[in-house]
């Protein structure tokens, strides 16, 4: 069924509002300030209400049901989280304030720094960028003025691994260097093989994510980051997939320099849809001295403060403090759960991970056959053959009423399907998700056209994704349907 659209529902002299007494008498105004007719749909309060009430539950949300985006951890955000950053305290504050009365904010933002640090194991963090990429950003430049700094100027090329998120070449790029794939071999590593042969004084960094893409720990990180720092390189990380390993292992300690964490993953943030997010930044003692700055220090007489005397900083990543609201969700998130907590979070994200991946890998194929991580990529190609694509997967899952997982990424694996099933879920979930994903690989095989025709139970069918992506009709216009719907 189809929604009828205000412009459908309204009906002249139907009306849903009353105006206030203008201040100015209205045949004082100029003419051409006024409109004599203002084409809006005519329709009751409760029409309206019930208009916008339908249309909010159109939305899909983690908490409506299971998430299983894939490298995005769609994990459920505690609402304390939302209570805490609410404050009037937290909400109400003004980056001009002078920082005697904004004390509690910038120890929250200390004690953060803090708390990344130590989980992660670096000595010291910046919490200005805005996101993940951002965070990429943030690192490279730091790699780049430490180069730089040691008159390393013809070290301009960057090794990443052919699993990697596109926003690593893409960041590297942005930082002027020249980016280097490196293959990955059988058991879903890096070919340690390929990776030395590029090795040499040209060599700025490695870009690595651990656990990687395919959900696997990549089980030469200590070798890679021996040969990376014999070469003169660094080691960055992309701590995209932390919710993995909280409490078991600390990158600083497995050879890296620089790592971003995604809070928004890992420490909870809804981010469906796009933002915000917050991507702060550890650092070893190497590249602590080119953090951005203002950097949120604890000052001798026990105050917090902001600082900004670092000669060899970069400057600044993000207007004030970075997205101090999402940060106050992270500091919530991780003093709610403690260390012990943090450990569980991953224990139970790897468990999850692995008990799906068990029950699917029977009717879908499992091109790294190892245990994984918080994730795991199965491949399609097995229904390809019946002429079903994953894409045409993931859209009848929308059917059994699940959010399709991450499809086509990594890019190595043909017709990926990444499932990350986060700690959140229960175990009857994920058997409701499994017996869909079964239910629907004996579809392909009996009746391949009603998943390659999929979903059949919703109101808008295929979309045109590029167009609804690029060019989102998010305004009402009159008498017009939303042009992405086919
Ligand atoms: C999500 C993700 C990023 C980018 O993070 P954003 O916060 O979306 O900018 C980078 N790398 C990996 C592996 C990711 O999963």
Redesign the pocket.
Known sequence: MTEPLLSELSRPGREGHELPCGEVPSDALPEALTRARLPLPEVGELDVVRHFTRLSQKNYAIDLGFYPLG??TMKYNPKINEVVARLPGFAAIHPYQPESSIQGALKLLYELQAMLAEITGFTAATLQPA????G?LCGMLLIRAYHQKRGERQRTRVLIPDSA?G??PATAAMCGFTTVSVPTDERGNVDMRRLREHLDDTVAAMML?NPN?LGLFEEHVLEMAEAVHRAGGLMYG?G??LNAILGAVKPAHVGFDVLHI?T??TFSTPHGGGGP?A?PVVVGEALEPFLPTPRVVRRADGSYGLDSSYPDSIGRMREFYGHFGVLVRAYTYIRMHGAEGLRQISDVAVLNANYLRVLLQAVYDLPYQRTCMHEFVLSGRRQKQQGVRTLDIAKRLIDYGFYPPTVYFPLIVEEAIMIEPTESETKDTLDAFARAMIEIAREVEQDPELVRTAPHTRELHRLDEVRAARKPVLRWTLNEAPANAT
Request: charged share 15%; proline share 0%.
């Open positions: 490298s995005c996101a993940g990429a951002h990429e998120h926003t690593n994510t893409t992309d995209a997939n995604n928004h993953k997010g991507g």
